[in-house]
């Protein structure tokens, strides 16, 4: 399975953007996909992910309330809507996949750019 991100760009402190990850090939209701970010200097970190069964969904503590994942099974695509955005959460958003709901994500997405100006 490949996997694009699209979706980044700039935007104002307080604004919203949504992400998307196509994925092509078969996507299976054992896979889990995730959205990761890392910005400049950092450590990449998982922001958010969900079961392609949509049986469960998964938010890190900053993200709460402001970040919403979900997939759309008909066009094979996951999303982030991220609302109320921070300039803290300027960082390159990165989509990726694995097999079950642990372990390591074995495939990635090109990453998106997002930049929220102050």
């Known amino acids: 399975v490949q996997l694009q991100a699209s979706g980044g760009g700039l935007v104002q402190a307080g604004g919203s953007l949504r992400l998307s990850c196509a994925a092509s090939?078969?996507?299976?209701?054992?896979?889990?996909l995730g959205w990761f970010r890392q910005a400049p200097g950092k450590e990449r970190e998982r922001v958010a992910a969900?079961?392609?069964?949509?049986?469960?969904?998964y938010y890190a503590d900053f993200v709460q309330g402001r970040f919403t994942i979900s997939r759309d099974k008909a066009k094979n695509t996951m999303y982030l809507q991220m609302n109320s955005l921070k300039p803290e959460d300027t960082a390159v958003y990165y989509c990726?996949?694995?097999?079950?709901?642990?372990?390591?994500?074995?495939?990635w997405g090109q990453g998106t750019q997002v930049t929220v100006s102050s």
């Open positions: 990726a996949l694995r097999v079950g709901g642990t372990g390591p994500y074995g495939s």
């Open positions: 090939g078969r996507m299976l209701n054992a896979y889990t």
């Open positions: 969900v079961s392609w069964s949509g049986a469960w969904t």
